[in-house]
């Protein structure tokens, strides 16, 4: 049953590593904002709010799209990057991670702010009292109370990775080996004659992949919510 | 070490204009709800930044905006006692009871945490989790992480005020012996005069954002025109009196008071104790000869040093034992009656006596000691 191909195998590790990196890559940035988003008073805040949540309303292609223009070799972001740091998103597996990282953003700042905006602020005034500074303060008491929020965001960015199609294929491209994820060597084999095997082969390994995350991340809630049992 | 706080603020309805000194060891706050006491607390801890004043603890300002100083909570030094806890429900008590011991420089800590431990009596809840506590532990392990900080001040908001009463008195000892055995001086707030007479030497009296009346607890007790209108049944005078003997054949305890003794059902304490007794002003008849065939025990001699405005039917007069001051609530009709004046010497009929604690100055070298 899993006898898979070498490239089928390489979709199945690239969507591993896509999913991973985007997560990872993304989460400073999503506490940040979630931060920003439930605690902070700045002009221009909904307009935050409203930039944050573009990727959710928007047709995956069009983000694609956007992503090709501003990070794509030519584009703004993207050459200067590249002169820079050396770092180059067009048709690598870097730019796969970067489109799920974008398209998963919404959903983990989501998940983040709302943890966040429970927290009893009245703890944290309490910490203040014992002489923790506003740093200590949120490394000690708001950062592991938000912890529940923050590893669901975490699945979500994950799992919205693993399912992303649209603005990858845009950004770019179906390149087996590099840029080719799970959904997009299903796509192909969909459009292939006699693809059907390898489509249902991957389909089924997809599901596994997914499953398997969402028993992991409900082993971590139990844990963390047995730890807390806030009142 | 001396508190001053003299600061102006305004919230929502509330104007706080407040200004009082203590350097008593525990300075209770003291009034109805809504009379600016914990806002002054949270002033004091540096929660509520105050518009205009100052807050001076001994010779350090920690606010003082005329000079634009303003010392953040947590460099304040202060331990602060809520009165919901507020342990952190992810730690341990352990944890929790360490916390603060984290951030006190090593130069700075006195408080022992074995000590403190045992003070409190918490050492077999150190492994649990907050959640795991009852109401009473809670706070108990909320008393002992304020204090493993080495706070120079301890501040506490109505500690025992979300606990029934069987809590309160679970947790009211340990709340003494941290006055009696620590030298770490205490702000106190609350609005239940049996708390505050048992445990405060001074108290600062709050009434509609103003203090009212500062003073020794014995002073402040007897100003029945200042307490919120639910607790005045139970003002009155606050004595400490010796132990002089025990009367085994009725079972009863004679203690000494300047004008003669008092006899109450017996107490467990040894001859030469100091006791604390309150005696609520309505519990106070007043005879203008000595009464015969009365079944009340104590009749103390006095003289009215002051009588109080009328309110409604009734007057209170404050009595002179011989420098123990009573105080006694009484209808103006007799106050008509008996044609009592201030200077006229009557008796002063004793009916209950309350007793707060059995107050210990047992001169046990103190615990922990600030500075």
Redesign the interface.
């Known amino acids: 049953m899993l006898d898979l191909t070498p490239d089928e195998w390489n979709a199945v590790h690239l969507s591993i590593k896509v999913g991973l990196w985007a997560m990872a890559a993304s989460l400073p940035f999503g506490i940040l904002v979630a931060l920003l988003l439930a605690r902070g008073k700045f002009w221009g805040k909904s307009l935050l709010n409203g930039v944050v949540h573009l990727p959710l309303v928007l047709p995956p292609v069009v983000t694609g799209y956007l992503l090709l223009l501003s990070f794509g070799k030519r584009g703004p972001i993207g050459s200067f990057l590249a002169e820079n740091f050396g770092i180059v998103f067009s048709f690598r597996w870097t730019g796969a991670a970067l489109a799920c990282a974008v398209m998963g953003f919404p959903l983990m700042v989501r998940a983040i702010r709302l943890s966040i905006e429970a927290v ?1 602020r ?2 944290e ?10 740093i ?2 949120f490394a ?2 708001t950062l ?2 938000v912890l529940p929020g923050i590893v669901a965001g975490m699945i979500l960015s994950f799992a919205k990775a693993m399912g992303e199609f649209g603005a990858t294929i845009t950004f770019v491209s179906n390149i087996p080996g590099e840029t080719q994820t799970l959904p997009s060597a299903i796509y192909t084999f969909t459009q292939v004659p006699g693809g059907d095997a390898g489509a249902m082969r991957l389909t089924l390994i997809s599901i596994a992949i997914s499953m398997i995350a969402l028993v992991v991340s409900e082993m971590f809630a139990r844990k963390i919510g047995q ?5 | 070490m001396t508190l001053l706080v003299d600061v102006r603020h305004r919230l929502g309805a509330l104007e706080l204009e407040a200004r009082f000194e203590s350097a008593g060891h525990l300075t209770a706050l003291f009034g109805p709800s809504g009379s600016g006491k914990t806002s002054l607390i949270n002033i004091i ?3 509520i930044r105050p518009e205009a004043g100052r807050v001076v603890i001994g010779d350090r300002a920690l606010v003082d905006t005329a000079a634009g100083k303003f010392v ?9 006692v ?1 009165q ?1 806890a ?1 342990l ?3 730690l341990t008590v352990k944890s929790n009871l360490l ?2 011991r ?3 420089p090593r130069s700075e800590r006195y408080a022992d945490f074995d000590r403190v431990i045992d003070m409190l009596g918490i050492g077999h809840l150190l492994a649990r ?4 506590l009852s109401g009473g532990e809670k706070q108990r392990v909320a008393i002992g ?2 204090l493993l ?1 080495s706070p120079k001040l301890l ?1 506490m908001d109505e500690p025992l005020a979300s606990l029934d009463d069987a809590r309160k008195a679970e947790i009211m000892p340990y709340l003494e012996r941290l006055r009696d055995e620590t030298r770490v001086p205490i702000v106190y707030v609350s609005h239940s005069i049996a708390e505050v007479s048992r445990l405060a030497t001074d108290i600062v009296m709050m009434s509609n954002g103003k203090v009212a009346a500062a003073g020794p607890t014995a002073e402040i007790m007897q100003r029945l025109d200042l307490l919120p209108p639910e607790e005045v049944g139970e003002g009155g005078a606050v004595l400490d009196l010796k132990v002089l003997r025990h009367d085994e054949e009725f079972g009863m305890t004679v203690l000494g008071a300047a004008a003669g003794e008092m006899r109450v059902p017996r107490l467990s304490l040894d001859v030469g104790a100091t006791v604390r007794i309150r005696i609520r002003a309505r519990d106070v008849m007043i005879a203008t000869e000595r009464p015969q065939g009365l079944s009340a025990l104590n009749v103390l001699p006095g003289r009215i040093a002051d009588i109080g405005a009328v309110n409604g039917t009734q007057v209170d007069l404050r009595l002179d034992c011989r420098g123990d001051m009573l105080v006694s609530r009484i209808t103006r009709q007799s106050l008509k009656t008996l044609d009592l004046a201030v200077g006229r010497d009557v008796f002063a009929v004793i009916k209950t006596v309350a007793f707060d604690r059995a107050n210990l100055s047992r001169g046990t070298a103190p615990v922990l000691t600030s500075d």
């Open positions: 009893d009245r703890l005034a309490a910490a203040g009292t014992l002489g923790a500074g506003p200590w303060v000690t008491v592991p109370l730890r807390m049992d806030v009142e | 801890a540096g929660l953040p909570a947590h460099k304040r030094r202060l331990g602060f809520f919901d507020r952190f429900p992810h916390y603060g984290w951030f006190t989790r907050p959640a795991l992480r304020a900080a501040l």
